[in-house]
């Protein structure tokens, strides 16, 4: 037997793990002692690679639908020549814009290397129909920055905070809110230094539980929260007024619509104590550093990007931004060094980037495409229908809102290809599934760790960090299977494209060969910051310090600076602070609130195994105990929950941490109707109860998906 260190890639913490091999096959993998980060943290996912790798629901070659509707395997180079020529007919009859892109959140594995080509073979094609989980899940991120404006600079973040504010996020199971590593390890730490934390949540979740202030608000009530904790700040004389002056515009203005989110009303609203309220503003006013962190739980709630602008405005009346000469301690190791100035970037001159969609009047933004849109772009007959898709790292039929939609959408496609592992739920409606290889049979390095760590407060390292690996098993024997940097490959070539790959700010690499995976990791990290070579060095993984970035000075003449009184920001929330948040009017017939929650042994709709669920393959309607008593309902008991638009079978069990009036369930899960009379093995698909033009973000076209009303009805 023989142990190898590689690091894990199911999800965005990328642990350093320890791989035993035997024959060929891996046997067992546990987390790396030696990592200096880590110390061998890993969580139930990442131990269970052995057990994926062999799965007998793995596919080993590429499948094609036949004329019986079933699918049959079909080599993978025949596969990809069919391919080609469907995309050539479908664009030539049509317009690039027939033929759209999905990648979904599973592409964390091999984005370093997929992800350029797959952006360059879409180009390529000349579509502009490329969709992410972004705009289904924080978009509003950075729609917020291009109303906002951007310092040019990261945020203090996780660099000695003083002060953290979780807002509708449980990091210890996300993995994000917190710096990659051992999440509670981390948190013990920052605690016992010193460090406050306040968390929103309607559920006191495994953080909330850790709080030095937990507001277990009503869901949706977000907004208001910030709102009311920015006034305070702003009122009592907590704010950095040398910040503010020289660098924001719009704080008299901000200060007149914040008049009505006084600590008393949203308090009321909210339904949380007044005073705990105005001591979370005090407390994270008066830190001398700290960061907030707003995750799904917020920006699901049909308001994501106004919370995110909020967010902004709040980090920057406290003035939580890295300033001239402080050291960037999270640099990225595996790209180049940062550019980074004590200064403003101002707003965008217009959110809007072009690519209109053909519903609710939504247009492509800095957060990409309306993802919620593509169904409705599929069905939506005329000029720019969307015949052919290509999925890749996703599975949107468990991940998209309005299920039985998208459902009836991808079975109208002329061509639906799915690059995917397993039988998914969308691949179970694909016309062809390219079966890839998985983590462990390719080499990889973390750049992704990287590009979160200069993306967004509250995502990657809290100092740069590197690790690569090699292959450390081949693909089974007599399996079919590529890299997926290869398929994208694979058609450009047929296709007649240039093989053209982009690398951020550098200049591209033009291929006139297919290269080796290793060989593409040196290409697309040339001029990083650490050599690659330097990182191979460090086979567990390890902190690289220098060379160090600084924060440089403002540029002579810079007049850039963030506004804090957006207009269209500014009406939103004078809207809230006239209305109350959104709600429907019917609400009376759907008594109860369905939030969203993650669970620690999947990601998403990925790595649902039986040494992962340990028994419940199902994602449980967690509820109060209350609650199920006075629905005369007892734990494992079966429940319809029903929307405005569709129902769904559920499985309940008592949960004394979510708030009463509250349904607390996994997104992401569960398969089509077909499965609802097996619930208890395929779970329920909370996106099924989900329409998309109700309550939805503006900017991004993020529909409500969480705190949608529903009621609760006991199944005999």
């Excluded at 969580?43 to 070659?61: E, I, M, N, S, W």
Aim: glycine share 10%.
């Amino acid at each position: 037997m023989m142990a190898q260190r590689s690091f894990c890639r199911v999800c965005t913490n990328y642990c350093p793990i320890v791989v035993d091999v035997e024959d060929g096959r891996v046997t067992r993998v546990t987390g790396d002692p030696d990592n200096p980060v880590y110390g061998g943290y890993t969580c139930v996912k990442g131990r269970a690679q052995p057990d994926y790798l062999t799965h007998p629901d793995r596919f080993l070659t590429s499948m094609k639908r036949g004329d019986d509707g079933a699918l049959a395997p079909i080599p993978v180079q025949d596969a990809l020549d069919e391919i080609a020529e469907r995309i050539t007919a479908i664009v030539d009859l049509h317009g690039p814009r027939a033929f759209a892109g999905y990648s979904g959140t599973m592409q964390i594995a091999t984005g370093t290397t997929s992800g350029p080509f797959y952006y360059a073979l879409m180009q390529g094609i000349g579509t502009s129909m490329l969709f992410d989980p972004n705009t289904i899940d924080k978009g509003g991120k950075q729609v917020a920055a291009s109303l906002f404006g951007r310092w040019m600079a990261p945020s203090q973040g996780f660099d000695r905070p003083d002060v953290a504010l979780l807002i509708g996020i449980n990091p210890l199971v996300t993995y994000t809110g917190l710096p990659a590593g051992n999440p509670g390890a981390w948190l013990s730490d920052a605690l016992r230094g010193g460090m406050e934390l306040v968390v929103v949540d309607p559920r006191r979740s495994d953080v909330a539980r850790r709080a030095t202030i937990h507001l277990q608000a009503r869901p949706g009530h977000d907004a208001e929260i910030l709102a009311a904790m920015i006034k305070v700040i702003l009122d009592d004389g907590l704010a950095d007024d040398e910040f503010l002056a020289t660098h924001v515009r719009g704080v008299d203005e901000l200060r007149a619509v914040l008049a009505p989110f006084t600590v008393d009303e949203v308090a009321a609203r909210a339904d949380v104590d007044a005073g705990l309220l105005r001591r979370a503003a005090e407390v994270y006013g008066r830190a001398a550093r700290g960061y907030t962190m707003a995750g799904t739980g917020a920006n699901m709630s049909g308001s994501g990007t106004l919370i995110e602008y909020l967010v902004l405005v709040l980090e920057s009346v406290c003035g939580r931004w890295l300033r001239e000469g402080e050291v960037v301690r999270a640099a990225p190791t595996l790209l180049p060094s940062p550019e980074c100035h004590a200064q403003a970037e101002p707003p965008a001159a217009e959110w809007r980037r072009g690519d209109p969609v053909r519903d609710r009047g939504l247009t492509r933004t800095a957060a990409g495409m309306p993802t919620s849109s593509l169904a409705e772009e599929i069905l939506q007959p005329g000029e720019g229908q969307v015949r052919g898709l290509l999925s890749w790292a996703g599975n949107p039929v468990a991940a998209f809102p309005d299920q039985l939609k998208v459902i009836e959408a991808l079975r109208s496609l002329e061509l639906f290809v799915q690059i995917d592992p397993w039988p998914s739920a969308s691949a179970q409606l694909a016309h062809y599934v390219i079966a890839p290889t998985m983590q462990l049979e390719a080499p990889a390095v973390t750049t992704g760790i990287d590009g979160m760590s200069m993306r967004s407060t509250g995502y990657g390292a809290d100092q740069s960090y590197g690790q690569y690996t090699p292959a450390i098993v081949p693909p089974p024997a007599g399996s079919d299977l590529l890299d997926d940097w290869e398929v994208f490959h694979g058609l450009m070539v047929r296709l007649g494209l240039e093989v053209r790959i982009p690398r951020g700010t550098r200049p591209p690499v033009v291929l006139d060969h297919t290269p080796s995976t290793d060989e593409l990791l040196e290409l697309l990290t040339e001029g990083s910051r650490v050599p690659l070579d330097e990182v191979k060095l460090h086979p567990s993984g390890a902190r690289f310090p220098e060379p160090v970035v600084r924060v440089s000075a403002a540029e002579p003449g810079w007049t850039g600076r963030l506004d804090a009184a957006n207009p269209e920001m500014m009406a939103d929330l004078a809207r809230i602070g006239e209305h109350g948040v959104a709600v429907d009017v019917d609400d009376a017939d759907y008594p109860f609130r369905l939030v969203c929650r993650r669970h620690a042994h999947v990601y998403n709709s990925s790595c649902n195994i039986d040494r992962t669920n340990r028994g419940r393959p199902y994602n449980p309607a967690f509820m109060h105990p209350d609650d199920l008593g006075a629905l005369g309902i007892t734990a494992g008991d079966e429940v319809e929950i029903r929307s405005r638009l569709a129902a769904i079978p559920a499985i309940v069990e008592p949960d004394p941490s979510v708030r009463p009036g509250v349904v607390s369930m996994m997104f992401g899960f569960g398969g089509g109707p077909e499965h609802d009379a097996d619930v208890r093995t395929f779970g329920a698909s909370p996106s099924r109860l989900v329409p998309t033009d109700r309550v939805f973000d503006r900017f991004t076209g993020q529909p409500r998906m969480s705190n949608v009303p529903v009621s609760v009805t006991p199944v005999p």
